[in-house]
């Protein structure tokens, strides 16, 4: 503007040389100054830029950040994404959530955190569960469809991808979403598939319920009793017991599906025993005893009766010539093919309860419980193996087979 006002001074009586000369370099410092200007903007953009791009970079991995370990992580396809993000509808998240939930009503464990991490090398519909870095269980969901449940009553088929329920292995079958009222009405359960997800976490969860039971979950569950009832926990920690010995009747009690719920009862029993009796697995024989209403309402089925097969007397003596209580615990000194044909007996008994769809149950006498538990574990894993002890008057017990003895039945 000011150059532009002195070269219009040319036309007066001015000297028109000196008014060209500044006039012209008013313009020339103007298009240095505007010059500048924009430069100095460019170079404010580019450094905001810079800032923004490095805010937004993830940090910098250090090598101690790969020795953790996420004690349980669900990995899923990129097909399965939309199942995670709430912006999207997913509310997969938001069934973990329940699931831990329920887990410390009927087990009284605490789930760890689940973490979600999608996986670009997995098949987009498949999902894997981890605990401890390991994988323990993988499934196959289908997010645009619904999957129908066959639970053994279903009065028709609907046409769909057949399949087998990732939890329960039972049939089924996805479905569209226009076909779920067909499926309800045919007898069909039905669930989405963060349902079917949540399902088998919950499930897998409670299978390895021993293993996610750390010394840091114990102490948890230890402190929150003792903040509702001090005196059981004082006289038992440390005096009596130590923290680890105590996780490891607990550990116990979960691997074979017994609810810890009721830890006050535990305690107690325990503070009982503990003091003349060490091995762990004894405290849990005794534990077990106090915990036969939980037990027995645990395995019965809706109608309260608790469906299982016996072992004929014979067989319990054959059983208990074959182990020996040592200071160590107990000692199996039955051989490999004897071990074999005992659990090919058990087995044989057990698919008359899984026809009826009962729970695979066996009763014995408390002397040779413990052991034929160790002598089943690897054979049989869902076998649940109940005493006589543990069966309260008020049980309606149904016997539906008899394990004989090989040898007295030749």
């Known amino acids: 503007m000011a150059g532009t006002f002195v070269a219009l001074l040319v036309f007066t009586q001015l000297p028109t040389l000196p008014m060209l000369a500044l006039g012209g370099g008013c313009m020339g410092l103007a298009l240095l100054v505007n010059k500048n200007q924009v430069l100095q903007s460019t170079r404010d953009q580019a450094a905001k830029q810079s800032a923004e791009v490095e805010k937004n970079k993830p940090p910098e991995k250090r090598p101690e950040d790969f020795l953790e370990v996420d004690p349980m992580r669900i990995e899923i396809g990129a097909g399965l994404l939309p199942l995670a993000d709430p912006r999207r509808g997913g509310d997969l998240m938001e069934k973990i959530t329940g699931v831990r939930s329920i887990l410390a009503s009927e087990m009284g464990t605490l789930l760890p955190k689940v973490r979600l991490k999608d996986k670009l090398s997995l098949p ?13 269980s993988k499934g196959e969901v289908y997010p645009d469809r ?34 779920k009222l067909q499926a309800e009405m045919f007898g069909y359960q039905t669930a989405t598939p963060s349902m079917v997800i949540a399902t088998h976490l919950q499930e897998t969860a409670r299978k390895h319920a021993d293993e996610l039971l750390t010394r840091e979950s114990t102490k948890q569950l230890v402190d929150q009793l003792k903040s509702a009832s001090p005196t059981v926990v004082e ?16 550990q116990m009690l979960l691997r074979e599906d017994i ?34 209403r939980t037990i027995c309402h645990r395995f019965s089925d809706s109608a309260g009766q608790l469906h299982v097969i016996t072992m004929d007397p014979a067989m319990e003596d054959r059983i208990a010539a074959g182990f020996e209580v040592t200071e160590r615990g107990i000692l199996i000194r039955m051989s490999p093919p004897a071990i074999e044909i005992t659990c090919q007996q058990i087995a044989a008994q057990l698919q008359k309860l899984k026809s009826a769809g009962h729970r695979p149950v066996l009763l014995v006498s408390p002397r040779i419980r413990p ?7 690897t054979h049989l894993p869902d076998l649940r193996i109940l005493s006589h002890s543990e069966i309260t008057l008020q049980t309606n017990t149904v016997s539906v087979g008899l394990v004989a003895d090989p040898v007295t039945k030749k």
């Open 146 to 179: 619904i999957l129908a449940i066959d639970v053994g009553h279903c009065t028709g088929v609907i046409p769909g991808f057949e399949t087998r329920e990732p939890a329960a292995s039972r049939p089924a079958v996805w479905i569209t979403p226009d076909q």
């Open 235 to 250: 006289e038992l920690i440390p005096n009596v017991m130590k923290l680890s010995e105590v996780q490891t009747v607990l």
């Open 124 to 136: 987009n519909t498949v999902y894997e569960i981890h605990i401890s870095g390991n994988l323990v």
């Open 259 to 292: 609810p810890i719920r009721q830890l006050n009862l535990i305690f107690e029993t325990l503070g009982d025993y503990a003091t003349r009796i060490k091995d762990p697995t004894f405290l849990t024989e005794y534990v077990r005893n106090r915990l036969s």
């Open 371 to 377: 052991a034929l538990r160790q002598i089943t574990q």
